[in-house]
């Protein structure tokens, strides 16, 4: 198999890379394993420490669609379409995000299509399509009605996934991520990115300052489980998906609070006071208009994974990342 993760350089783009060079196969078309004697990683720098020989790595912007050409050929059978501008940066950017999240989805689709191979497309939206006056549990039903431009460029890149596979020209699976906790590195622009920020640097030794208060929910998963979720979709069935390829993924429900209650049980009170609650309004109006809750039921009964445990995901995240014993 052929593999093209956009966003390769990206830690859940490094991350799928690595899993897939351990694991050695995936899922055909007839649902058979086939080895995986290739993995292109598309972004704008190249990924650290890959050495595998079956990785081969393209630098440069993925809405350039001569870069989608070379990285794109007759014998990819499966993509992940990872790159995109995130939350906060598409907001302060309205051009830069359209460019990366609309249209490099609809160059890769069109290369896809130019070479009529039907590849298995895994494109990785997000809960921000969702907005407004939301119930506290949404269900996979409900409309989407984005309140900002990210989550507005993400629903578009969905419609086009679905109408790209319902014409044959790919097996798309679109995946609305909820946020994702604990990822290691520096803070993005995420508005979500406080999020791993309030568990990271506290483990670290520094402060964090949260901008969002303690009462605020979030739909979250961990970073192993996204990955294993990446997986899932891509194997599954088509024809059990249908005509709608859109899956929001099981996450868990948690208020902020309770993860840094969580935090002091892991790693103990000296280091949960690290965490310091300055409101910043425009990463509150951002956050109140996403999820704090999804049903989920779709994935739930196609068997995807999920995370029952914040404690447990600190507890990997520090082994992951090999903090010593917190102080």
């Given at each position: 198999?052929?593999?093209?993760?956009?966003?390769?350089?990206?830690?859940?783009?490094?991350?799928?890379?690595?899993?897939?060079?351990?694991?050695?196969?995936?899922?055909?078309?007839?649902?058979?394993?086939?080895?995986?004697?290739?993995?292109?990683?598309?972004?704008?720098?190249?990924?650290?420490?890959?050495?595998?020989?079956?990785?081969?790595?393209?630098?440069?912007?993925?809405?350039?669609?001569?870069?989608?050409?070379?990285?794109?050929?007759?014998?990819?059978?499966?993509?992940?379409?990872?790159?995109?501008?995130?939350?906060?940066?598409?907001?302060?950017?309205?051009?830069?995000?359209?460019?990366?999240?609309?249209?490099?989805?609809?160059?890769?689709?069109?290369?896809?299509?130019?070479?009529?191979?039907?590849?298995?497309?895994?494109?990785?939206?997000?809960?921000?399509?969702?907005?407004?006056?939301?119930?506290?549990?949404?269900?996979?039903?409900?409309a989407v009605t984005p309140q900002t431009s990210y989550g507005t460029q993400k629903a578009m890149a969905e419609l086009l996934i679905n109408?790209?596979?319902?014409?044959?020209?790919?097996?798309?699976?679109?995946?609305?991520?909820?946020?994702?906790?604990?990822?290691?590195?520096?803070?993005?622009?995420?508005?979500?990115?406080?999020?791993?920020?309030?568990?990271?640097?506290?483990l670290n030794g520094e402060t964090s300052v949260c901008p969002v208060g303690a009462a605020t929910r979030v739909w979250l998963l961990s970073?192993?489980?996204?990955?294993?979720?990446?997986?899932?979709?891509?194997?599954?069935?088509?024809?059990?998906?249908?005509?709608?390829?859109?899956?929001?993924?099981?996450?868990?429900?948690?208020?902020?609070?309770?993860?840094?209650?969580?935090?002091?049980?892991?790693?103990?009170?000296?280091?949960?006071?690290?965490?310091?609650?300055?409101?910043?309004?425009?990463?509150?109006?951002?956050?109140?208009?996403?999820?704090?809750?999804?049903?989920?039921?779709?994935?739930?009964?196609?068997?995807?994974?999920?995370d029952k445990n914040f404690d447990e995901i600190i507890r990997r995240y520090i082994v992951e990342a090999r903090i010593g014993a917190p102080?």
């Amino acid at each position: 198999m052929n593999i093209v993760i956009t966003g390769g350089s990206g830690f859940l783009g490094r991350r799928l890379a690595e899993t897939l060079l351990e694991r050695g196969v995936l899922h055909r078309a007839d649902g058979r394993d086939a080895p995986i004697n290739r993995i292109t990683l598309v972004d704008v720098v190249p990924a650290p420490g890959l050495a595998d020989t079956r990785i081969r790595q393209i630098t440069g912007d993925a809405a350039d669609r001569q870069l989608l050409e070379r990285a794109i050929d007759a014998e990819t059978t499966s993509i992940f379409h990872l790159a995109a501008v995130v939350s906060g940066q598409a907001e302060a950017d309205f051009d830069l995000g359209m460019r990366v999240n609309l249209d490099a989805s609809r160059h890769l689709l069109e290369v896809c299509r130019h070479y009529g191979q039907r590849p298995r497309v895994v494109f990785t939206s997000s809960v921000a399509v969702y907005g407004g006056d939301l119930p506290a549990t949404v269900p996979d039903s409900l409309a989407v009605t984005p309140q900002t431009s990210y989550g507005t460029q993400k629903a578009m890149a969905e419609l086009l996934i679905n109408d790209y596979t319902r014409r044959g020209f790919v097996d798309g699976r679109s995946l609305r991520l909820p946020t994702i906790s604990v990822r290691p590195g520096r803070p993005n622009a995420a508005a979500s990115s406080f999020a791993s920020g309030i568990i990271r640097e506290p483990l670290n030794g520094e402060t964090s300052v949260c901008p969002v208060g303690a009462a605020t929910r979030v739909w979250l998963l961990s970073p192993r489980t996204v990955i294993e979720c990446f997986i899932a979709a891509h194997d599954i069935d088509g024809a059990k998906l249908g005509a709608n390829r859109l899956l929001n993924l099981p996450g868990m429900s948690i208020t902020v609070g309770e993860m840094v209650a969580s935090l002091e049980r892991v790693a103990g009170p000296d280091v949960a006071a690290r965490i310091r609650f300055e409101p910043d309004p425009r990463i509150e109006q951002m956050v109140a208009t996403w999820p704090g809750e999804l049903a989920a039921t779709r994935a739930r009964e196609l068997g995807f994974p999920s995370d029952k445990n914040f404690d447990e995901i600190i507890r990997r995240y520090i082994v992951e990342a090999r903090i010593g014993a917190p102080q």
